[in-house]
């Protein structure tokens, strides 16, 4: 496991690549939650996510001759576009492995970065296996999204920002999938100050660190079933498995109603787009035990907004057919509306859910 010191040379590696997210109090967020809530806005990275941040700590530590030999990835999404990035910067030649379905919006903005994009399977399991395979034969160095101590080290660089601008935070709620933002922000947080707790925050359908605890070893889920695509994962990190029960002081899970209704009020409140993985934290807070004791007493509180929006507006894509960005935002209005109405009446149902889910593909395109 990690030193202090590991953390604070990551931070340096990273200094040029990502951008320093500065926190942002929120009056709102910090009524309903009855604590003074920060948000840490890492949707604004230059790849839309902190993934980038322990993508390049990994790649940029490979010895000359792994340099050479490239890089492989499996991923549908943030951290393909995290390897994609650090590859092109440092030079070095990448392979992602994406699932057949992955939207194709997901796969141009990986090949934007230069990446080698390989097609195959129906879900990313198939593209794990598929990624395997090819570093095998090919040799190259396999970066995985968050099973990786490299990786870990990367995502914790977020824990030293935070407590350098807010040095007297009482908590840390962090989105938890597979473990590796969580691990690397719990144990550089508690290496810098001990009395700061780190709390996870999981989607109530796939609590698979929840399930880990429980029975004491890494388990597998039977399925993930959330709204949450970015955390969606059945079996996390065995490495991370370790920080957790090292590091991590509890873990709450959010409900796809609660992260809808927190998506809501962040985009009319702060005008801030995050995908749901992302504002796992953010709907959290108000769960969290620790209410201010009075006004001059309150808990501060950092929530990680870990993802931009990936999934916005569905459309059936056309690769001959432009889209009119016009159009787009007024199809995201018209459905925000929607669904803010359902939510605000409590009818909120699954296939509402369902169809939200679906209906956000093609805004990131442009926003960003």
């Known amino acids: 496991m990690h030193k202090l010191y590991d953390f604070i040379e990551a931070r340096e590696r990273l200094t040029t690549v990502v951008v320093k997210t500065k926190l942002i109090h929120s009056p709102v967020f910090s009524e309903e939650s009855g604590n003074e809530i920060y948000l840490k806005p890492e949707n604004l990275q230059k790849t839309g996510s902190f993934k980038i941040r322990g993508a390049y700590n990994k790649i940029a530590k490979l010895t000359e001759e792994e340099k050479k030999k490239g890089v ?15 590859a092109k910067r440092l030079g070095i030649k990448a392979v992602i492995v994406m699932p057949k ?12 970065y230069g990446a080698e994009v390989v097609l195959h399977g129906e879900v ?87 399930a880990a605890l429980e029975k004491g ?24 498995f370790e920080y957790i029960k090292k590091y991590v002081d509890d873990i709450i899970t959010v409900s796809d109603y609660e992260l809808m209704e927190t998506f809501l009020l962040l985009v009319e409140k702060h005008k801030i787009v995050a995908e749901n993985s992302g504002i796992l934290p953010v709907a959290a807070a108000k769960k969290l035990n620790v209410k201010g004791r009075n006004l001059e007493d309150k808990t501060e509180t950092v929530d990680l907004i870990s993802n931009k929006l990936m999934e916005v507006i569905h459309f059936q894509y056309d690769e001959n057919r432009t889209l009119n960005p016009a159009s787009v935002f007024s199809e995201m209005s018209v459905r925000y509306t929607e669904v803010k109405n359902k939510v605000l009446r409590n009818k909120w149902k699954l296939e509402d859910r369902i169809d939200f889910g679906l209906s956000m593909e093609y805004l990131q395109y442009w926003l960003f």
């Open 72 to 86: 492989i990835a499996s991923s549908a999404g943030n951290h393909a576009q995290g390897v994609a990035y650090a």
């Open 101 to 112: 379905h992955t939207p194709l919006i997901k796969v141009e903005a990986t090949r934007k």
């Open 124 to 210: 990313y399991d198939d593209a794990y296996k598929k990624a395997l395979e090819l570093q095998k034969e090919n040799g190259y160095v396999f970066v995985h999204p968050f099973n990786d101590e490299d990786v870990i080290e990367g995502q914790g660089t977020i824990a030293l920002e935070i407590l350098d601008e807010l040095p007297d935070a009482d908590i840390i709620l962090v989105p938890l999938g597979g473990g590796g933002l969580v691990s690397g922000i719990a144990s550089a947080a508690k290496l810098k100050n001990p009395q700061v707790k780190v709390i996870g925050v999981e989607p109530e359908g796939a609590a698979s660190a929840i």
């Open 217 to 240: 070893k890494v388990v597998e889920l039977a399925e993930a079933n959330t709204i949450a695509d970015g955390t969606a994962v059945k079996r996390i990190g065995e490495i991370n």
